[in-house]
Nanobody, 124 residues
Framework: QVQLVESGGGLVQAGGSLRLSCTHS????????MGWFRQAPGKEREFVAA????????IYADSVKGRFTISRDNAKNTVRLKMNSLKPEDSAVYYC?????????????????WGQGTQVTVSA
């Protein structure tokens, strides 16, 4: 059974930090690259960051490069997103997802299943 559970969101002031976690289960995510995505009200879901199965490769959206760091712990089936220097425009519901594809394809793939996400709100 496929399952994604995101956590760690909250309300933070601009310039602050948060660390999000995603626990995944199911064959879909075995040996899969994993990514974080976000959706703000009235906007389409957008790619944020992705990491290879081994953790050796990462890519980031230009808007978060240098501020966010993606990591993973395969022993715990967990992917994390450390977010520093948060801005009000980072406010969104954050989701994780993954597949056994390259990072570039992961960023643009369409997914049939999403978890409930975790809300991040950054106040000015």
């Amino acid at each position: 059974q496929v399952q994604l559970v995101e956590s760690g969101g909250g309300l933070v002031q601009a310039g602050g930090s948060l660390r999000l976690s995603c626990t995944h289960s199911g064959r879909t995510y075995m040996y899969a690259a994993m990514g974080w995505f976000r959706q703000a009200p009235g906007k389409e879901r957008e790619f944020v960051a992705a990491i290879t199965w081994s953790g050796a490769g990462t890519i980031y959206a230009d808007s978060v490069k240098g501020r966010f760091t993606i990591s993973r712990d395969n022993a715990k089936n967990t992917v994390r997103l450390k977010m520093n220097s948060l801005k009000p425009e980072d406010s969104a519901v954050y989701y994780c997802n993954g597949d056994q594809v390259g990072l570039a394809d992961l960023a643009t793939a369409r997914y049939d299943y999403w978890g409930q996400g975790t809300q991040v709100t950054v106040s000015a």
